[in-house]
């Protein structure tokens, strides 16, 4: 009989939990940022409103994606008290081109990390009136997970509304600090 030895019981164990958590979670990027005009300054008062989205992916999709970032875009501004609700108030548009998204698939991700990544950029242009006063981009992805990423093709939209959000509320309430 050969001499086999066996791993310990702790190190299987560490390396079982391991496993579990890394195939029950998900991980990916987050990349956000706005530019403004540096002659510009935002009021503290402005509020936000959702203008035009569109689909800049040249993809079509089972999901209106675009009625889904809307909706994520003006629950996001309105959590964060920016957005537009009165006429005449102050505000800025926010024009939306969903630039990637891929719906991804949680059993892929579990099977092999990064093969049925969800991934979802947007590029924002935030006008005054007609005038280009910045932009606004935001990336999201979820490259690995298991049961516990399923549904993150939608919930995706509503992560990436809210780093946009929290930019502008950033930048509202102090237009001179840095990103």
């Excluded at 979670?25 to 989205?53: F, M, P, R």
Aim: aromatic share 6%; net charge neutral.
């Amino acid at each position: 009989m050969k001499n086999c030895k066996q791993l310990p019981i702790k190190v299987i164990l560490i390396l079982t939990i391991s496993l579990s958590i890394l195939l029950s979670v998900g991980c990916g990027t987050v990349k956000h940022s706005i530019n403004l005009q540096e002659d510009y300054a935002i009021k503290t008062e402005t509020k936000i409103e959702v203008g035009e989205v569109t689909n800049g992916t040249g993809l079509t999709f089972d999901i209106d994606i675009e009625k889904l970032l809307a909706e994520a875009l003006e629950e996001s501004l309105r959590e964060e008290k920016l957005l537009s609700t009165i006429p005449r108030e102050p505000r800025l548009i926010l024009k939306s081109k969903i630039a990637e998204y891929k719906p991804g698939n949680a059993f892929k991700r579990w099977l092999v990390p990064g093969w049925g990544s969800t991934v979802l950029i947007i590029e924002c242009d935030l006008m005054d009136a007609n005038e280009l006063i910045g932009s606004v981009k935001a990336r999201r992805s979820v490259v690995i997970g298991g049961g516990y990423t399923i549904g993150d093709w939608k919930d995706i939209f509503w992560e990436v509304s809210k780093d946009v959000a929290k930019d502008l509320r950033k930048k509202i309430d102090c237009p001179k600090c840095s990103e």
